[in-house]
């Protein structure tokens, strides 16, 4: 159990933190009643979330979680990203912080996490405990349930691992990348202020500032745009403005008027198709000519897929 003191000569803020330290509390004490009922857990790092991932989630029953073992790594589906592509709940563990644990310390910990624990589920390549010496063998032998092993899953051929999605997002092939994850890719960033010579000279673009996320490979996409949880066709450009000044950038742009809509904090894009490579043109008018090409393409796109 957490301790957390507060002292402030203000009755109106002293009131708050005593409501803040009740909340928190009930979280914690939520948070541990869940792990009671928890009876069976699926262990990774699940950066992405991906098809093979689901593979281990199928295995889990009807009061099972999944368990992350975080790292700084992960930018497929980073941080608590990883929570809209369940309905389990996720536990996260920070590697930092447990991968001193021995094989034994480890499994202890999961018992004193989840005390009515009777099923792991793992990979075909799992290992745990310090320096990871510790393989499913042990893991047979040190855990007193039933142990679950998935093996290697493949889709068109095709393992399926993070790092071999990661490489196709950044050779810009989304359509493999989309059937290894499930899903298409996005990624989130906060908007940022640009160039200001899109209103201007070419079309509007929201920009956005990137962590954390994998950036695909850097060209023009057709994408959807996501304000406010309302999705917006859109068109997208990754990659160093090679016309202008040079300096890297995400910026989309909306195929529909939104100039009444209050930006939000957080903006999401999801990447459908790459249109075309970044290219440099000599004049600001061959690049309006250009996007505007590009604009017509991807509603050409949006087009198409509706019809099918």
Do not use: C
């Not at 990774?44 to 889990?60: C, E, I, T, Y």
């Not at 497929?76 to 991968?99: M, Q």
């Not at 993070?162 to 298409?184: C, F, P, T």
Request: glycine residues 6%; charged residues 25%; without cysteine.
């Amino acid at each position: 159990m957490i301790d957390i003191y507060f002292t402030v000569n203000n009755r109106f803020l002293n009131d708050f933190l005593v409501l803040y330290q009740i909340k928190f509390l009930t979280l914690i004490l939520k948070g541990i009643y869940i792990k009671n009922q928890i009876t069976s857990i699926a262990i990774g790092g699940f950066d992405g979330m991906h098809m093979a991932h689901q593979q281990l989630f199928s295995k889990l029953d009807k009061n099972g979680a999944i368990v992350v073992i975080a790292t700084e790594y992960a930018n497929l589906s980073p941080d608590t990203h990883r929570a809209k592509h369940t309905s389990y709940p996720l536990f996260y563990y920070p590697l930092e912080n447990i991968k001193h644990l021995s094989g034994e310390e480890f499994i202890k910990l999961l018992y004193e996490e989840f005390p009515n624990l009777k099923k792991i589920v793992v990979g075909y390549d799992f290992h745990f405990g310090h320096q990871a010496k510790s393989n499913i063998d042990n893991l047979k032998k040190l855990f007193n349930g039933d142990v679950v092993v998935v093996d290697e899953y493949k889709v068109s051929n095709i393992a399926v691992h993070s790092r071999v999605i990661r490489e196709y997002l950044r050779d810009g092939n989304l359509e493999v990348a989309k059937e290894l994850l499930g899903y298409n890719y996005s990624l989130q960033g906060n908007p940022i202020v640009g160039q200001g010579l899109g209103s201007k000279q070419f079309v509007p673009t929201i920009n956005i500032d990137v962590k954390d996320f994998l950036i695909p490979q850097e060209g023009i996409y057709v994408t959807k745009t996501i304000l406010n949880n309302h999705s917006y066709k859109s068109v997208s450009f990754i990659g160093h403005r090679v016309s202008t000044d040079g300096k890297f950038a995400v910026e989309t742009h909306i195929l529909e008027d939104i100039s009444s809509l209050e930006i939000p904090k957080k903006v999401e894009i999801v990447f459908f198709k790459k249109l075309r490579e970044n290219k440099k043109y000599e004049k600001y008018e061959e690049l309006k000519e250009q996007i505007l090409e590009d604009i017509e393409q991807a509603k050409s796109w949006f087009k198409k897929r509706e019809k099918n």
